[in-house]
C-alpha cells in the first residue's frame, strides 16, 4: 500500500470546497435510502463470512481496508476521475473508452451485473433531477442501449455537470462504498450497531488516504490487485444462501 507524505492528505488549500446545495445533493445521493440498491451488495464480503474469515470487527476492517485500497482506489476511484474530466469537455469517445473499462476490470461477473445494475437505476432516479443536455445525451444513450451504464461512469458524469470538484466526488464516493459494507456485515454478522460505528470511524482515515492516493494517479494506473475479493466475489453466486446478490 502506497504510503502518504505527512500532510500530503490536507487538501484544503487545492481543493474547491462544495457550496451548501452541492455538499446536500452529495449527502442526498449517498444515503443509504436513496433507491439504487448499493445495500444488496457485499462484493464478495458475504463469501467471507460464510467461510468464518469475518466475525470479529479487526477482520472487517482488514476486509474494507483491502477492498478501498486495491480495489476501488485503481478501479472505480480513477475511472470517477477520468469520466469527471471527459465530462467536462464533453468528450463522448472519452467517455464510451471508460465505459468499456470499467467493465473490463471487473472480473467476476456478479461485480459487472452489479455496476451496471447501479448505474442505470442511478440515472434512472436522478435523471428527473438533473437540467443538462449532456447528460440526458448519456442517458439516451443507455435507453438505446448504445452502452450499458456502468455506475461509476455515471456518477463521474453526475457529479461533473452538477458542479461538484472532483476529490469530493471520489471522496464520497469512498465513504459511501466502504460505509455500505460496513452496514451490510452489521446485517450479515453478529455486530452490533456501535461496532459498526466504531469500524467506520476507523476506516474514514483510510478513506481519506485513499482519495488523496486517487488525485495523483490516471488511466495508466489502473489495475486490479484485490484477486482474493474477486475469487471471493465470483464463488458468491454459488453459496448455500445468500443475503447479498454480489
Given at each position: 500500500m502506497k504510503q502518504l507524505k505527512d500532510?500530503?492528505?490536507?487538501?484544503?488549500n487545492t481543493v474547491a470546497i462544495p457550496t451548501d446545495i452541492q455538499f446536500l445533493r452529495l449527502l442526498q445521493i449517498h444515503d443509504s435510502a436513496f433507491p439504487i440498491g448499493t445495500y444488496t451488495q457485499s462484493y464478495g464480503m458475504e463469501t467471507y463470512i460464510q467461510e468464518d474469515d469475518i466475525r470479529k470487527k479487526e477482520e472487517l476492517i482488514a476486509f474494507c481496508t483491502t477492498f478501498l485500497h486495491q480495489n476501488l482506489v485503481y478501479g472505480d476511484a480513477i475511472l470517477i476521475q477520468e469520466a469527471f474530466e471527459a465530462a467536462k469537455n464533453r468528450d463522448i469517445d472519452r467517455l464510451l473508452h471508460l465505459e468499456e473499462l470499467c467493465g473490463a476490470i471487473k472480473l467476476a461477473k456478479e461485480s459487472r451485473d452489479a455496476s451496471v445494475n447501479l448505474g442505470r437505476q442511478f440515472i434512472k432516479t436522478v435523471a428527473p433531477l438533473v437540467e443538462d443536455a449532456f447528460f440526458d445525451e448519456w442517458k439516451s444513450r443507455i435507453g438505446a442501449n448504445e452502452i450499458k451504464g456502468h455506475y461509476a461512469i455515471l456518477y463521474g458524469i453526475y457529479c461533473s455537470v452538477n458542479g461538484v470538484d472532483a476529490h469530493h466526488?471520489?471522496?464520497?464516493?469512498?465513504?459511501?462504498?466502504?460505509?455500505?459494507?460496513?452496514?451490510?456485515?452489521v446485517r450479515a454478522v453478529p455486530f452490533g450497531q456501535n461496532t459498526g460505528v466504531q469500524a467506520m470511524h476507523q476506516l474514514s482515515e483510510e478513506v481519506v488516504a485513499a482519495a488523496s492516493i486517487?488525485?495523483?494517479?490516471s488511466e495508466e494506473d489502473i489495475s486490479n490487485n484485490a484477486l482474493g475479493i474477486e475469487l471471493a466475489s465470483m464463488k458468491?453466486?454459488?453459496?448455500?444462501s445468500r443475503l447479498f446478490i454480489s
Open positions: 500532510g500530503s492528505n490536507n487538501l484544503s466526488a471520489v471522496l464520497s464516493y469512498l465513504f459511501s462504498s466502504v460505509n455500505g459494507l460496513v452496514q451490510n456485515a486517487v488525485a495523483g494517479l458468491h453466486e454459488y453459496l448455500f
